[in-house]
């Protein structure tokens, strides 16, 4: 818990409340949103905690890119993709883990990684200075650090190397 406040501490905050829509101020929304993915980024890097690859469309209504675990010193790659919703930064996005979908009753269909309870009222308490940063922070970071240990451990999750031998 004190690793995610310090972490959290250090990701910058968004001023600009605007979503897809809203075309006047979605490109400086968007401005804000790769700055801050950015300084968290080099935030993770500076503390060996690099885990994560993201990109948009050029809208930046469409992210995708990979995130990664270790366990027991080996790489666990996964896809990560999500949609900016209509109503963002109202609704924080819906990530997804396509290629899990179904493996754990913590996601939804279409591999969308299930939010606690704990979350959702967080986020709507902070709009609009959260954003993509900190859902990946609050939201995905966590979620991956409790279940893919787990599903490896039931062996839902395998190591890709292993079977490509």
């Not at 690793?3 to 250090?10: F, Y």
């Not at 900190?134 to 995905?140: I, N, T």
């Amino acid at each position: 818990m004190e690793n995610t406040k310090k972490a959290l501490s250090s990701i910058p905050l968004l001023k600009t409340k605007a979503g897809p829509r809203d075309v006047d101020l979605w490109p400086q929304r968007l401005k804000e949103e790769y700055q801050s993915l950015i300084q968290y980024v080099q935030n993770n890097k500076a503390a060996d905690n690099d885990w994560f690859r993201l990109e948009s469309n050029k809208e930046g209504t469409k992210w995708f890119g990979k995130c990664w675990v270790f366990q027991n010193q080996l790489k666990y790659e996964f896809d990560i993709e999500f949609d900016i919703p209509v109503t963002f930064p109202a609704t924080a996005p819906e990530i997804a883990l396509p290629e899990l979908d179904g493996k754990t009753a913590k996601m939804y269909r279409g591999g969308k990684i299930c939010l606690s309870d704990h979350f959702k009222p967080l986020w709507a308490r902070n709009v609009p200075k959260f954003g993509i940063s900190h859902a990946l922070a609050l939201g995905l970071g966590p979620w991956l650090a409790v279940e893919i240990p787990e599903l490896i451990q039931k062996g839902v999750v395998k190591y890709k190397e292993k079977e490509d031998n």
